[in-house]
């Protein structure tokens, strides 16, 4: 059974466009997936519900994608969102500890977000530059040889003055 579009979300242009180019093509749900993520950070259930019905597929497959693979999330991230590498060569180097401490500082657990919605903190695998453990992100920026000491700094610099 297919469901009926919702009223409630906007995709951008680009998004659309890109949907109308992948409709037909082999795979396409995946790949669409991907792009609502990028536009929205996560895949909000108003998002899920119009792919299945531009792409004429099940609502339940749907979901079956996106709790399959860890990388589609189903809530909001943080404004902020954080990422602190877990991958070896990062635990090796005691990247929990950056974990640890961020809860303290956020006030906030893994996967979860701040009351005021500006930071959320998640582990990942390898982010690529192990030579720089413990690594951590925020959004797009990378810091390497991150100790304890500098997350205060850090935190701070993103949160909204
Ligand atoms: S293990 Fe952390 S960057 Fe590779």
Known sequence: MFVQAPE??????????????????????????????????????????????????????????????????????????IQVCMGTACYLKKGEDLINELENILGVGLNTVTDDGEFSMEAVRCVGCCGLAPVLMVGKDVFGKVTKAQLPEIVAKYRKA
């Open 8 to 81: 409630s979300i906007q995709f951008s242009s680009e998004l659309d466009d890109f949907i109308e180019e992948w409709k037909n093509r082999p795979g396409n749900l995946i790949m669409v997936l991907h792009r609502v993520q990028e536009e929205f950070g996560y895949i909000p259930r108003a998002a899920a519900i119009e792919v299945a019905h531009r792409l004429g597929v099940n609502l339940a497959k749907i979901y079956g994608v996106i709790t399959f693979y860890h990388f589609f999330k189903l809530t909001k991230p943080g404004r902020n969102k």
